[in-house]
């Protein structure tokens, strides 16, 4: 896959890189029989279009059938024969792509193939789990006890306790006003509840657990600060510069 331009996307947005790839996700995304939604340039606030997705044709060609009345299935849409855009949601991911929406009279079904060049995957938001290392530090402080913590990402986060203290965290407790740490930016979240809980095995015993947690109910600002400031950190590594920066 081939990254975007844009540093503070490019672990959400990526492009798939041959027409292989893209065929291998189509084929997917028409076994599940996914909605794919379809709008002119510019208008998707204005009107989205909704499809079905009834089968792959020659490798490349979604056969559509547009959702809606009985009625509305005989017709073409307002959208045949121009260059639309598609979003299709799949598991946790989005993919985007453009091309020409066609209708064949004869079974009453719509058809798109998509541009093969122009097609990208969308991890959604809050998704991208960003690993601590030497350089990355992650902390967690949850009733005043303080953590190191293995991963975060915009929806949780996962830190080691010892196992004496398994006990404090069953599964779906809810902890109030947790601190994240990440070098030295923090993050207040108001809610977040124990999602699962296990032994922690390395090379050596630790007498470790490891414990991930989900945030509940993060304001629009406060997910947006977080899932930036992941990315940049993200950003930073691979640059090879200072994490701080």
Not at 121 to 142: E, H
Request: proline fraction near 2%; glycine fraction near 4%; include cysteine.
């Amino acid at each position: 896959m081939v990254e975007t331009a844009d540093p503070n996307k490019k672990h959400y947005f990526k492009q798939l890189n041959s027409p292989r790839a893209v065929k291998e996700i189509l084929t997917v995304l028409a076994k599940e029989k996914e909605v794919c939604t379809l709008w002119l340039q510019g208008q998707e606030k204005e009107s989205t279009e909704n499809f079905k997705i009834v089968e792959l044709h020659n490798e490349y060609t979604l056969i559509l059938q547009q959702e809606g009345s009985f009625w509305k299935k005989l017709f073409s849409s307002s959208l045949t024969n121009k260059s639309v855009l598609l979003r299709i949601t799949y598991d946790k991911y989005q993919y985007f792509g453009s091309g020409i929406l066609s209708f064949d009279n004869s079974n009453r079904q719509h058809f798109i193939t998509p541009e093969l060049d122009k097609f990208f995957q969308c991890q959604q938001r809050g998704t991208y789990r960003l690993g601590a290392d030497n350089t990355t530090k992650i902390k967690l402080t949850v009733q005043n006890r303080t953590y190191l913590c293995s991963d975060v990402s915009g929806g949780g986060i996962s830190f080691f306790a010892r196992n004496q203290e398994k006990e404090r965290y069953p599964k779906g407790a809810i902890f109030r006003d947790c601190v994240v740490k990440l070098n030295d930016k923090t993050f207040l979240i108001p809610y977040s509840a124990v999602v699962a809980i296990a032994e922690y095995k390395d090379n050596q015993a630790t007498g470790k657990i490891k414990v991930a947690m989900q945030f509940k109910e993060l304001a629009e600002e406060l997910m947006n600060s977080l899932c930036q400031y992941i990315n940049t950190l993200a950003r930073d590594r691979e640059a090879g510069r200072p994490k701080d920066s």
